[in-house]
């Protein structure tokens, strides 16, 4: 049997038709419809190719791959400065936080010093207090003795509703 070899417009190809070890060939003006099949069996039709459709199709794949490469590398870029971002605003955070800390342990210092100051004033006012009736008490106890002896000579004393000491002697 004789090599057979179909050939003609790439629209009325049907693969169908092929018989096994038959060639079929495109015919087209148009170079992306220039195409060549082989029949290896009933149903199995292959397209083949030739070096210069695998360099377009080597061509394009690099460049699908070099486009890929691009936003990857794009994608990254954006990522570390969305890091980059959020790496100084928690450094800005974290900056203001201890400057917050700073203030709160230098108020808590001012508490600290007027606690201390509060505690002097309190232990000095106890003192005030303690001399005060030390000196109430003495001042009793002199008034009680002035008492006796002025009775001891028939003087009495009162005091009057304005806070004023009457003092009269009985004859």
Do not use: H
């Amino acid at each position: 049997m004789a090599i057979q070899m179909r050939r003609g417009a790439y629209a009325r190809f049907d693969p169908s038709k092929m018989k096994a070890g038959e060639w079929a060939v495109s015919t087209d003006s148009d170079t992306k419809k220039q195409q060549i099949w082989m029949c290896f069996a009933p149903g199995i039709v292959k397209r083949m190719g030739t070096v210069e459709d695998f360099d377009i199709e080597i061509q394009i794949l690099i460049q699908n791959y070099l486009d890929d490469m691009a936003e990857s590398v794009s994608q990254a870029q954006k990522s570390a400065q969305t890091a980059t971002e959020k790496a100084t605003s928690a450094s800005n955070s974290a900056s203001q936080a201890q400057k917050s800390a700073q203030t709160a342990t230098q108020k808590a210092n001012e508490v600290a010093q007027a606690s201390g100051k509060i505690d002097t004033a309190v232990s000095q006012a106890n003192a005030a207090t303690k001399a005060a009736n030390e000196a109430a008490q003495k001042a009793e106890q002199q008034a009680g003795l002035v008492e006796q002896k002025a009775n001891g000579r028939g003087i009495t004393f009162s005091v009057t509703s304005a806070g004023l000491l009457n003092v009269s002697k009985e004859d």
